[in-house]
């Protein structure tokens, strides 16, 4: 099947999966004002030990009315509000509850449904749509953007998100020429395709420089105690072994839910990487959890990563052509593992060596709710191994 131009999935080569309107040119209708003031305060009100006192107090805006009308970004912001609201709490307090108020539970259902994911804090409220330039008249680089939405705020939480947002910005040229490579192969244009391959493994060593600064001003002892606890899902989670009673939702029926916790194998970068270089992973409990993730993207994403999936022949052509055209290909294969190898560095320093700190905050288990350790240096040796 042809590959669409990025647009079609709202992305584009300077965003990447990036919101495309900024979060602070967004305004929701008036009747969201005190779930906003909420979500602006909610370091003030995490830091009361009473949460859950507060948010359970809140009213219902007209969701139905709101997703009647309102735009994409109006949806997407909502979402983030809410994502926050949920997990505050959740985590906000010393023992996690048994239920979501329907006044957090009711909202965050239905935008969740109308944007096509569970009902849950993901990368995308985390990350994707949760930043603005600071002067708009610059670039989405870290000396130009900031974290909108946060639980306690400051430099560390802020930096740990921002490196993300960074990273998607510059991915957006990854994801256009992934695109061009796509229809360059198709059409044997042997010449074009080991231009872009060249072009892909100088955007990745961008992405790779800018992965690499995460230690600059995020430090993995406060990252592990007051940003990570924060993200968790409920979802092989033993703090929380049933799962969450969304209060007030029909379809769930009074019964607990487990969903996965915000996690950055929420990207869809390295999924399209892996589907547009035809890198495949033996079974496993991580591709397993890769798999069950793919549905908390926004389903425009994953749309995008299964058209890449079947369409893409890179792999394929580039076996019958030049050394040179092969190393190129080789070398960006290699970038990408190169990205995992950090990964799994970071894991390792951020969460795996940390000393295990309040509810459901495991050391040996990610905020999406598996052992990644021993999955990510799989995945990364068979990404490093599928060279041609």
């Not at 244009?189 to 955007?203: H, I, P, R, S, Y």
């Not at 080789?330 to 894991?347: I, S, W």
């Amino acid at each position: 099947m042809p590959i669409h131009d990025l647009a079609h999935y709202g992305l584009s080569a300077d965003r990447g999966y990036l919101a495309q309107t900024e979060i602070d040119d967004v305004t929701l209708p008036d009747d969201f004002t005190e779930v906003e003031e909420a979500a602006a305060t909610l370091s003030e009100l995490l830091t009361t030990g009473r949460v859950r006192h507060f948010l359970a107090a809140l009213p219902i805006p007209d969701i139905d009315g709101f997703l009647a009308s309102a735009s994409e970004a109006e949806i997407g912001v909502a979402m983030v509000r809410y994502s926050f609201l949920a997990q505050a709490y959740v985590w906000g307090e010393p023992t996690p509850p048994d239920y979501l108020p329907v006044t957090i539970a009711d909202p965050l259902v239905k935008l969740s449904d109308h944007i096509g994911f569970p009902p849950v804090m993901n990368y995308a409220g985390y990350v994707l749509d949760n930043w603005y330039r600071v002067d708009k008249a610059g670039g989405v680089t870290l000396d130009n953007i900031a974290m909108d939405q946060n639980f306690f705020g400051g430099q560390d939480e802020n930096w740990f998100v921002l490196v993300h947002v960074a990273i998607e910005a510059v991915a957006g040229r990854a994801l256009d020429l992934a695109v061009k490579l796509v229809r360059a192969s198709d059409a044997g244009d042997a010449a074009a395709v080991e231009t872009m391959l060249v072009e892909m493994n100088q955007v990745w060593d961008e992405a790779n420089a800018i992965f690499d600064r995460m230690i600059e001003k995020c430090d993995p002892y406060i990252y592990y105690n007051r940003v990570r606890p924060y993200i968790h899902g409920w979802k092989n989670n033993p703090a929380m072994p049933e799962g969450l009673v969304y209060e007030g939702v029909e379809k769930f029926a009074g019964k607990p839910q487990p969903f996965r916790g915000q996690t950055g194998s929420q990207s869809s970068i390295v999924p399209a990487m892996d589907a547009l270089f035809q890198v495949v992973h033996t079974n496993d409990e991580l591709r397993e959890f890769l798999a069950d993730l793919h549905q908390y993207r926004p389903r425009t994403h994953r749309t995008f990563i299964e058209d890449l999936q079947a369409s893409s022949r890179l792999r394929d052509f580039a076996v019958g052509q030049s050394q040179s055209l092969k190393d190129a290909f080789n070398a960006c294969v290699e970038q990408v593992a190169r990205f995992r190898t950090r990964h799994l560095e970071y894991a390792a320093s951020y969460i795996n060596k940390q000393a295990s700190s309040g509810a459901g905050n495991d050391p040996d288990v990610g905020t999406g709710g598996t052992p990644f350790m021993k999955y990510l240096k799989k995945h990364r040796d068979e990404n490093r191994a599928q060279t041609i």
